[in-house]
């Protein structure tokens, strides 16, 4: 086993959750230098995986929401180096922990750190890294404008009401897709590109994409004249019951062109362009995941 010494940078909405602070104590009670630094305000994530590194920490561990998680990600694989990563997931969707079959619990998510880190990807954009999906059209205003008290209130059944009460503002978006061997163009409602399975509160987008096999998993929902009917169907659980109408592919890099814009949402970050090339970046990340997550298999 590696050298039990980690660092937990933790969301500072967190700070006070007990579970949390019970696990952390636990973890020390076994033997383990577990450190805690908290986040205040944006870039603090970044600074403190830099501070992590320069003090030798081998394993950092990430608490929060899917964005905590993203920006620790991100900054650790720009980085460099051989640190290795475990996420504490404790937001309103924590969609990549769901679908990775990571425990919610704090106890359990930390029980991870036992299990030797695997090598996974990440996507990028233009730059800029994500852990889990880019999602545009639709689905990506309704996570953007859902506000965080309903989240505390509803948890991921908030995205499903913003949805609904945002209906009169659908309108499809036009955009221009090329890879290796694919091209679409057309009105869309909805885009997923992959490195996980879900966003927005449990909305499948990518059902087979994996982390570990070097490419995106590209989904896009066509416009259709049963505008309400497939919005409905893309709020109630995502894709599942649209793979008949909607167009998927999976590579390793993605052109999109998008004449008035496109808005995208990466993991909880937004995004605007009118052209964005994203890409895998295969082994970015060293991860410790369930042996049986459900997004290895690459």
Known sequence: MSEQRALLILHGKQAQNEEVRAAVAAWREAGWDLGVRLTWEGGDAAR????????GYPTLIAGGGDGTLREVAEALALAGGTAS???LPLGTANDFARAAGIPLA???????????????????????????????????????????????LLGGAAYFLTGLRRFSEVR????????????????????????????????VMCPQACIDD?????????????L???????LSGGILGLEAVSVSARLPWLEVEAPEGLDINLDGEPLEGHRLRFAARPGALRLHLPNISPLLGG
């Open 172 to 203: 499809s978006a036009f955009g221009r897709f090329r890879g290796p061997d694919f091209s679409w163009e057309g009105d869309f409602l909805a885009l997923g590109i992959g490195n996980g399975r879900q966003a927005g509160g449990g909305h």
């Open 214 to 226: 070097g490419l995106l998993d590209i989904c896009i929902v066509p416009a259709s004249q049963d």
């Open 48 to 55: 403190l995986v830099d501070e992590a590194l320069a003090a």
């Open 228 to 234: 309400v009917g497939t919005l409905g169907t893309l």
């Open 106 to 152: 704090p106890a359990e998510a930390l029980s991870l750190l036992g299990i030797e880190a695997r090598s996974i990807d990440l996507g990028e954009v233009d730059g800029q890294l994500f852990l889990n999906m880019a999602t545009g059209g639709f689905g990506s205003k309704v996570t953007a404008n859902t506000p965080e008290e309903l989240k505390s």
């Open 85 to 87: 990563l475990a996420l």
